[in-house]
């Protein structure tokens, strides 16, 4: 028994219909989810609490708001984004239309994970139903209290005709991915998308994943520890650390860490108290499997500040690493909480050989009173996005696109005498992008368009045989 079959067969219809084409029709959907994010603000709040012991403040800045800007953005300029857009012509073309038309896929599927469950779910929804768009939206199951919300009451704000909520976790999923789906935004780990991009190559159902990141942070000499300090601090122990554009490791000189410790120190004391575990700007690891992992890291290197855990609240202290080794677990995969390594270069060109050795990051950042060296990193290297002297400000611009940086590459491999065709995947930060009209244009198909006028036979006729030399040198 197929429990989906039911209600991905009413979604289809209601596409087929051409339902949710009409621009009033997305604008209405848009609207409804504007009020569901407006009269169940506090239910959402309490709800982040529940989940991550997420701060009233960080539940605004972070999920709340940034969702209702793109609803409001979407809504300004629904109208100019769903306009053919007009492309330049050539001389046999010049007495026709040509045109790209922005056509919804269909059906689609959202995969949501769980650490900023408001915003990753209902933000890519915001481009998925603005592109006019049927959609199935499946947020995370460990974030529970969230997903109770999403799942119970917004409903009721869009259509449900052309929306669903599917609750649940691996098993659901993988039910949801055996159907064929027009399009696939995921958001979570490298390892699921993996499994996300396999269930979609089957029917070949274009995907765009947003993975993790280790996004290394540079730190020159020429600095102001305390200045940096504070911006490091604020967006490594953001949500916990549980961000995938947190900067995940520092790269400085021994020199620099010496300056940037006591800063470190200060502001972690200023933002979280001498008691960080009493703070309510500090939340909780999302699950105990998670807080198990996070602890270990703990044991990577020498704890310089930090380092406290509580397995009965899973709390940990906001943390600095130091004396740390390539090697070791905690510069071996993505942190996802609040562990702040610190690995130690002897110059720029090293940090910049370390970066480009690994992995393409989700983010970049570099801290310098040199823009020169900040403009060095930025060449030199490749990330998902980059940004200089701050943590993830960029992703407040809804004018940037936001997304990994991925190569979908083939390479021939010998396999038993013969050579053998297989897919290799470097794109741990993912493939794709969305915010603002990047998410509309993810939606979206591009259909290339020309109309051509039906008469002027007799000057179109001079491209059909019989062919001669003549008719070459006038085309
Ligand atoms: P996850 O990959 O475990 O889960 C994401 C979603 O996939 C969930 O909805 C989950 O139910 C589903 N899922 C889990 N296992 C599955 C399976 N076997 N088959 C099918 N579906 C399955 O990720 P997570 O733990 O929720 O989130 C953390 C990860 O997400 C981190 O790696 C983080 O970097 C990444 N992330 C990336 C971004 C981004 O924008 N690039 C944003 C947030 C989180």
Same mark, same amino acid.
């Given at each position: 028994?197929?429990?989906?079959?039911?209600?991905?067969?009413?979604?289809? &219809?209601?596409?087929?219909?051409?339902?949710?084409?009409?621009?009033?029709?997305?604008?209405?959907?848009?609207?409804?989810?504007?009020?569901?994010?407006?009269?169940?603000?506090?239910?959402?709040?309490?709800?982040?609490?529940?989940? %991550?012991?997420?701060?009233?403040? *960080?539940?605004?800045?972070?999920?709340?708001?940034?969702?209702?800007?793109?609803?409001?953005?979407?809504?300004?300029?629904?109208?100019?984004? @769903?306009?053919?857009?007009?492309?330049?012509?050539?001389?046999?073309?010049?007495?026709?239309?040509?045109?790209?038309?922005? &056509?919804?896929?269909?059906?689609?599927?959202?995969?949501?994970?769980?650490?900023?469950?408001?915003?990753?779910?209902?933000?890519?929804?915001?481009?998925?139903?603005?592109?006019?768009?049927?959609?199935?939206? $499946?947020?995370?199951?460990?974030?529970?209290?969230? &997903? $109770?919300?999403?799942?119970?009451?917004?409903? /009721?704000?869009?259509?449900?005709?052309?929306?669903?909520?599917?609750?649940?976790?691996?098993?659901?999923?993988?039910?949801? !991915?055996?159907?064929?789906?027009?399009?696939?935004?995921?958001?979570?780990?490298? /390892? #699921?998308?993996?499994? #996300? @991009?396999?269930?979609?190559?089957?029917?070949?159902?274009?995907?765009?994943?947003?993975?993790?990141?280790?996004?290394?942070?540079?730190?020159?000499?020429?600095?102001?520890?305390?200045?940096?300090?504070?911006?490091?601090?604020?967006?490594?122990?953001?949500?916990?650390?549980?961000?995938?554009?947190?900067?995940?490791? #520092?790269?400085?000189?021994?020199?620099?860490?010496? /300056?940037?410790?006591?800063?470190?120190?200060?502001?972690?004391? /200023?933002?979280?108290? *001498?008691?960080?575990?009493?703070?309510?700007?500090?939340?909780?690891?999302?699950?105990?499997? +998670?807080?198990?992992?996070?602890?270990?890291?703990?044991?990577?290197?020498? #704890?310089?500040?930090?380092?406290?855990?509580?397995?009965?609240?899973?709390?940990?202290?906001?943390?600095?690493?130091?004396? =740390?080794?390539?090697?070791?677990?905690?510069?071996?995969?993505?942190?996802?909480?609040?562990?702040?390594?610190?690995?130690? =270069?002897?110059?720029?060109?090293?940090?910049?050989?370390?970066?480009?050795?690994?992995?393409?990051?989700?983010?970049?950042?570099?801290?310098?009173?040199?823009?020169?060296?900040?403009?060095? =990193?930025?060449?030199?290297?490749?990330?998902?996005?980059?940004?200089?002297?701050?943590?993830? @400000? +960029?992703?407040?611009?809804?004018?940037?696109?936001?997304?990994?940086?991925?190569?979908?590459?083939?390479?021939?491999?010998?396999?038993?005498?013969?050579?053998?065709?297989?897919?290799?995947?470097?794109?741990?930060?993912?493939?794709?992008?969305? +915010?603002?009209?990047?998410?509309?244009?993810?939606?979206?198909?591009?259909?290339?368009?020309? !109309?051509?006028?039906?008469?002027?036979?007799?000057?179109?006729?001079?491209?059909?045989?019989?062919?001669?030399?003549? $008719? %070459?040198? =006038? %085309?």
């Amino acid at each position: 028994m197929d429990p989906f079959a039911d209600t991905l067969r009413r979604l289809r &219809e209601a596409f087929s219909a051409g339902r949710t084409r009409p621009a009033e029709f997305r604008a209405a959907q848009l609207r409804g989810l504007g009020r569901f994010l407006q009269e169940h603000k506090q239910l959402l709040q309490e709800a982040l609490a529940q989940d %991550l012991h997420k701060s009233a403040f *960080e539940s605004e800045v972070s999920e709340i708001s940034i969702t209702q800007s793109e609803i409001n953005l979407a809504l300004r300029n629904l109208r100019a984004w @769903m306009k053919d857009e007009k492309v330049p012509k050539n001389l046999a073309t010049q007495l026709d239309s040509a045109f790209i038309r922005k &056509e919804p896929f269909g059906l689609v599927l959202v995969i949501a994970p769980w650490n900023y469950p408001v915003n990753l779910t209902l933000v890519p929804l915001v481009g998925a139903l603005a592109a006019g768009n049927c959609v199935v939206l $499946k947020p995370s199951e460990f974030s529970r209290s969230t &997903e $109770k919300v999403l799942a119970e009451v917004l409903p /009721r704000y869009v259509d449900q005709s052309c929306f669903a909520v599917v609750p649940g976790g691996p098993q659901e999923t993988g039910q949801l !991915l055996e159907h064929k789906f027009d399009y696939i935004f995921f958001t979570g780990s490298p /390892r #699921v998308g993996r499994i #996300v @991009m396999s269930a979609a190559a089957k029917h070949l159902t274009p995907v765009t994943l947003e993975l993790g990141g280790k996004n290394p942070c540079y730190v020159d000499d020429d600095c102001d520890p305390q200045t940096v300090a504070n911006r490091l601090a604020w967006f490594r122990y953001f949500n916990t650390g549980q961000t995938c554009v947190a900067p995940d490791y #520092v790269l400085c000189s021994p020199d620099t860490q010496e /300056r940037l410790l006591p800063a470190l120190q200060s502001a972690i004391t /200023r933002f979280y108290g *001498e008691d960080p575990r009493s703070s309510p700007n500090l939340g909780r690891i999302i699950s105990d499997k +998670h807080f198990q992992r996070l602890r270990g890291l703990l044991g990577c290197g020498r #704890v310089a500040i930090g380092g406290q855990s509580d397995e009965s609240e899973r709390y940990i202290a906001p943390t600095v690493l130091v004396d =740390v080794e390539e090697t070791e677990p905690v510069m071996q995969e993505e942190i996802f909480g609040p562990i702040l390594p610190i690995v130690n =270069v002897r110059s720029l060109d090293e940090a910049i050989d370390f970066i480009n050795r690994r992995e393409k990051p989700l983010a970049l950042y570099a801290f310098s009173n040199n823009k020169q060296v900040v403009k060095r =990193v930025l060449a030199q290297t490749s990330s998902g996005s980059f940004c200089g002297n701050d943590g993830f @400000m +960029h992703l407040t611009l809804d004018s940037l696109p936001f997304g990994g940086v991925a190569r979908l590459g083939i390479c021939l491999r010998a396999h038993a005498g013969q050579p053998r065709v297989s897919p290799s995947f470097h794109g741990a930060s993912g493939m794709g992008s969305y +915010h603002g009209k990047f998410s509309f244009d993810t939606f979206s198909h591009h259909r290339a368009c020309l !109309l051509r006028c039906p008469g002027m036979e007799k000057i179109y006729s001079i491209r059909y045989p019989p062919y001669s030399p003549r $008719k %070459l040198r =006038v %085309l």
